[in-house]
């Protein structure tokens, strides 16, 4: 072919390409950004290209005012501050969203309140410290401290080194802490998953409009395609109210983060939490720790023919001579899914439904701690 | 406006170069260069309309100042005289320069040593300052020492502002760029320099976004927020920053040089392999080539080059390069950058002059090594991370880490792995010199661009934007 073949070659690729993207984007990608059937993408359907398993969860009903976020934030005194991770922003939609208000509904004290502080660097003693060096958890004065975690994110949390690193750091203000306020608006959600305020004319052109076709077609032929960072599996009864009753979609870090877990990472993990549950005992605050179990870890008895381990945390966790709460979530939600709970976690997501914090606050109480806990 | 970004690929490149084409095809060739001019203008402006009167200024005051010194050669002005235009012009331009980019330094390193009373301003370096001042410079030079002829204004303001090398160079010099922008037969449209420039282009794109971007996370995450390094990350950090630096910049002068080409003018090769380099000297030779002959012929030479002895020449070669470094940037870390390469030539000098040799593949690993290892200096924003990633490197961090700011991942390491054996394959230039039209070449090309065109979906800034 001679130069001027070349030239008119590529150029018309340019020229088709573009659109050809623009119709791929339109048709089909864009769903699973901006919802399917007016379902709002959970975070495993949008990373496995699975708009099919979009599941409805419905507009947030509105907070209970018992709630309290910072930026609605006055300077009272309150009866909980927790310090999570996405667990603890409402990503569960519908009524009563966040676990925060299960609390606040299932408390024995009237008007209990609760001040959710959502920080740059999470659920970790490095953000800890500086509140309590600072004076600022005293001034709140909250009888409780829930630290909430994610199973899989707990050991690289607190399980690594040692949390006297940093327990002399302190802040100026609670201003430098955080980085929003509350829960992101749905339509936030679907803005930034859909990629707006980056490109927000030229989004379509995206490596999406290939992964989308691409991990279909592999999807039929293995639940655990090379390079997905989603697992599908079967189970051997139904749990979800959805098209795909029986399949469970899960995060492939649910099984790589496993390898964290050992007997000496929890000894640290529950080691650095003893240590901070002395230092705000002293200040006349109660730790308690809650790590939402992961989606694979919970469903995995009901597995079929499930050939992966399953991380031995909680059984570790429940060794542990501990000197604050723990809310062993895994043990409360397996009952439930005794019970037969159906969307315990939402089956697009690997965030929990409100069912889980309703069914884990109406079984565990908030209380003063006598002493060391544990085995 | 990037060259990586969709405006510029899909609307300003095509619709200059076709209009530019369509003047010419009717005849318009003064049209189709202010065409050019204006498309510069508006390139560089895009960022910021205000930078415009500092370009513009730049350029009627330089090429008002350069045909005075090139005529006033020609009549029985006193040297003197002449030198002192020249002086002025060159300290004019030094000033400017000075000012945006070194005034908040010089009052903050003379504040230690002798309160002044300044106050820093709020200065925002104009884009690509460094460049068209140096480009400008060798003009007045050359003007001054009868080295140029007598230019247009067109062609002068094209020469300095012309949109693929304003922003980020390749450092031009006059007379490789004046003549192209005259002669007539690059008025036409020629299909093997239009080929010839997509495939650079699209190199140098993918160079940037598929390499060069997917690498700064980890660049970033391990210089700018890791309290410690051990040594694997160190050496991780080190080698991911100077990949990314080779592959960003050189990125750039790939879409620079393709672009030009577009216009059938050839703009000079920036970078040639560099980190195929046996030792220090060939590394500047075959990196930022453009600012190496600039330092060469007009700081280096004039300063006696080495024709004054082994003494002088090792002060030349460390005042050159001293001045390459605060060229870089206001700040030690980057004077201290080039002073250890200066450092560097020096010694590569006596070892040469005492008749040694080195094996190639131990040279290879030395200057690769030293390159490296500078590199971090480079990048880094304080001197505490500057030592942090160096103490990993040494091992004096320790060897193994509880906690990695940012592991890499299987497929990351994979990837950087290729990354580094890609320095050692053709360069962009030789498959641009050997390219023949195929179909197989071409599915390549709208691969590369396909890929670069769906990674751009977020704009990142080339890393010698700031310069």
Not at chain 2, 152 to 175: E, K, M, R
Not at chain 2, 227 to 242: G, K, M
């Amino acid at each position: 072919m001679g130069y001027k073949r070349f030239v008119k070659a590529i150029v018309v690729f340019i020229v088709l390409f573009l659109p050809a993207n623009y119709a791929a984007w339109e048709l089909h990608t864009k769903r699973f950004f901006e919802g399917y059937d007016n379902a709002v993408m959970g975070d495993l359907a949008r990373l496995g290209y699975m708009p099919e398993y979009g599941v409805h969860k419905g507009s947030p009903e509105g907070r209970h005012p018992g709630l309290i976020h910072y930026n609605n934030y006055h300077g009272q005194p309150v009866d909980m501050v927790v310090i999570g991770d996405s667990f603890s922003m409402g990503v569960g939609g519908g009524e009563h969203a966040f676990f925060q208000e299960h609390i606040i509904l299932n408390s024995d004290k009237k008007d209990f309140t609760v001040l959710s502080l959502i920080t740059p660097k999470g659920p970790k003693p490095e953000t800890i410290w500086p509140l309590l060096n600072s004076g600022i958890i005293e001034k709140i004065k909250p009888e409780y401290l829930l630290l909430e975690s994610g199973e899989r994110g707990c050991i690289e949390n607190y399980g690594l080194r040692p949390a006297d690193e940093g327990a002399t750091d302190t802040i100026d203000n609670l201003d430098a802490t955080l980085v929003k306020g509350g829960r992101l608006s749905e339509s936030e959600r679907r803005g930034i998953a859909a990629g707006e305020g980056k490109r927000p004319f030229f989004r379509f052109m995206t490596f999406a409009n290939l992964k989308y076709p691409l991990y279909k077609a592999l999807y039929k032929i293995t639940d655990r395609p090379p390079g997905a960072r989603v697992y599908k599996a079967r189970l051997d009864r139904p749990m979800f109210n959805t098209r795909y009753p029986k399949t469970l979609l899960y995060l492939d870090a649910d099984i790589e983060k496993m390898s964290l877990v050992s007997e000496a990472n929890v000894a640290m993990l529950n080691r650095n939490l003893n240590v901070l549950a002395d230092a705000l005992s002293e200040k006349g605050i109660n730790l308690y720790f809650m790590p939402p179990p992961d989606k694979y870890g919970l469903y995995a008895p009901y597995i079929k023919d499930n050939d992966l381990p399953v991380s031995p945390f909680f059984v570790l966790m429940r060794k542990q001579q501990r000197r604050y709460g723990f809310i062993d979530t895994q043990a409360i939600l397996s009952e439930a899914l005794k019970e037969g709970v159906m969307d315990l976690y939402h089956q697009d997501d690997t965030h929990w439904s409100s069912k889980a914090p309703e069914w884990i606050f109406s079984n565990f109480r908030f209380e003063p701690l006598p002493g060391p806990q544990g085995e | 406006m990037l060259f990586n970004s969709f405006e510029f690929i899909l609307f300003f490149l095509p619709i200059v170069v076709g209009v530019y084409f369509f003047l010419n095809q009717r005849r318009l060739t003064v049209a189709s260069r202010a065409w050019l001019v204006f498309a510069s203008f508006f390139f560089y402006g895009w960022w910021n309309v205000a930078y415009l009167p500092i370009l513009a200024g730049s350029v009627l005051f330089n090429f008002a100042f350069g045909s005075g010194l090139s005529s006033s050669r020609q009549s029985s002005v006193d040297v003197r005289r002449r030198k002192g235009v020249l002086v002025l012009g060159l300290c004019a331009n030094l000033a400017v320069l000075g000012y945006f980019k070194y005034y908040n330094f010089f009052v903050e390193n003379m504040g230690r040593v002798f309160p002044m009373g300044l106050e820093f301003h709020n200065l925002i370096l104009p884009l690509g300052i460094s460049f068209f001042t140096f480009q400008q410079i060798t003009y007045l030079v050359d003007s001054y020492y009868g080295k140029t002829r007598e230019y247009d204004f067109l062609n002068y303001a094209l020469f300095v502002s012309f949109f693929p090398q304003l922003i980020a160079g390749p450092i031009v010099h006059h007379s490789e760029m004046m003549p192209q922008f005259a002669r007539v037969r690059n008025k036409i449209i020629h299909y093997e320099n239009v080929a010839k420039g997509m495939v650079l282009f699209s190199i140098g794109l993918a160079k940037k976004v598929l390499i060069a971007d997917n690498l700064s996370a980890y660049v970033h995450a391990c210089f700018d927020v890791a309290d410690t390094l051990v040594f694997d990350q160190a050496w991780a950090a080190s080698l991911a920053y100077t990949l990314q630096l080779y592959y960003d910049f050189s990125g750039y002068s790939d879409m620079a040089l393709g672009a030009g080409l577009l216009f059938n003018i050839r703009i000079p090769v920036n970078f040639y392999s560099p980190h195929k380099a046996l030792n220090i000297r060939e590394f500047w030779r075959r990196w930022h080539i453009t600012l190496g002959r600039f330092l060469m012929d007009y700081i280096y030479i004039p300063l006696g080059g080495s024709r004054a002895g082994n003494v002088r020449t090792y002060y030349n070669l460390l005042f050159t390069f001293f001045i390459a470094g605060l060229w870089h940037g206001a700040g030690w870390l980057y004077i201290i950058w080039g002073s250890m390469h200066g450092l560097a030539l020096v010694v590569h000098r006596m070892w040469e002059r005492a008749g040694l040799r080195m094996p190639k593949a131990p040279a290879w690993a030395l200057t690769f090594l030293f390159v490296n290892t500078m590199l971090v200096i480079f990048r880094a924003t304080t001197p505490e991370d500057a030592l942090k990633v160096l103490k990993g490197m040494a091992g004096l961090s320790g060897f193994e880490a509880d906690f990695y700011v940012m592991k890499l991942s299987n497929w990351e390491e994979r990837f950087m792995g290729v990354a580094f054996l890609l320095l050692f394959a053709k360069n962009s230039v030789q498959i641009k010199e050997g390219l023949k039209p195929t179909w197989a070449r071409c599915l390549l090309v709208m691969i590369l661009i396909g890929a670069s065109l769906m990674s751009m979906s977020s704009v990142s800034e080339f890393l010698y934007f700031n310069f």
